[in-house]
T-cell receptor, first 114, second 114 residues
């Protein structure tokens, strides 16, 4: 079975631009979460979606938004990019509703803001 | 606020030299503690989930244990291919919202020399 897939793999933007990152979960998984990982740190939670509804939001500004589609894929949008938004953006999917709600991560999208 | 602290930040071992990585945590109510392995530029790879104090899990040369305040990842007779960053994360109970966010530590960078 295919794992979590993300696109694009790499992206270069300039300050003030907008970016859209995409994620397809593991088949059968209905929950998708987004994380930001800056170099040398652990991933930091941004959003979680389940059945197209937002389940949780981390401590990120309103420039960050996300949505989940009927096929459970998801998009993360970031507006008015800042240099500090440069990071690895990770998507994780999980089989929500079970005790072992383990999150499985995709390869990430490396975003560089110049 | 949930917190995870990992130590040491970096560890260099000789092939065959066993050691342990520490993960200390504070969480309002522990739903699960997760260990992941992350190779440079890639997404975290799931290793273990632990749910309650006293629980242990093993996979090849790795063994994870859990107490009420910390978890250990024991590496027995490591090989160079075990070189990676090992991340610890906690998931708190949130029955009202269904939020399942992971709070990560900064990781331990392990290097195993031949």
């Amino acid at each position: 079975d295919a794992g979590v897939t993300q696109s694009p793999t790499h992206l270069i933007k300039t300050r003030g631009q907008h970016v859209t990152l995409r994620c397809s979960p593991i088949s059968g998984h209905k929950s998708v979460s987004w994380y930001q990982q800056v170099l040398g740190q652990g991933p930091q939670f941004i959003f979680q979606y389940y059945e197209k509804e937002e389940r949780g939001r981390g401590n990120f500004p309103d420039r960050f938004s996300a949505r989940q589609f009927p096929n459970y894929s998801s998009e993360l949008n970031v507006n008015a990019l800042l240099l500090g938004d440069s990071a690895l953006y990770l998507c994780a999917s999980s089989h929500a509703g079970t005790r072992q709600e383990t999150q499985y991560f995709g390869p990430g999208t490396r975003l560089l803001v110049l | 606020e949930d917190q995870v602290t990992q130590s040491p930040e970096a560890l260099r071992l000789q092939e065959g030299e066993s050691s342990s990585l520490n993960c200390s945590y504070t969480v309002s109510g522990l739903r699960g503690l997760f260990w992941y392995r992350q190779d440079p530029g890639k997404g975290p790879e799931f290793l273990f989930t632990l749910y309650s104090a006293g629980e242990e899990k093993e996979k090849e040369r790795l063994k994870a244990t859990l107490t009420k305040k910390e978890s250990f990842l024991h590496i027995t007779a490591p090989k160079p291919e075990d070189s990676a960053t090992y991340l610890c994360a906690v998931q708190a109970t949130a029955m009202d919202t269904g939020r399942r966010a992971l709070t990560f530590g900064s990781g331990t960078r392990l290097q195993v020399q031949p």
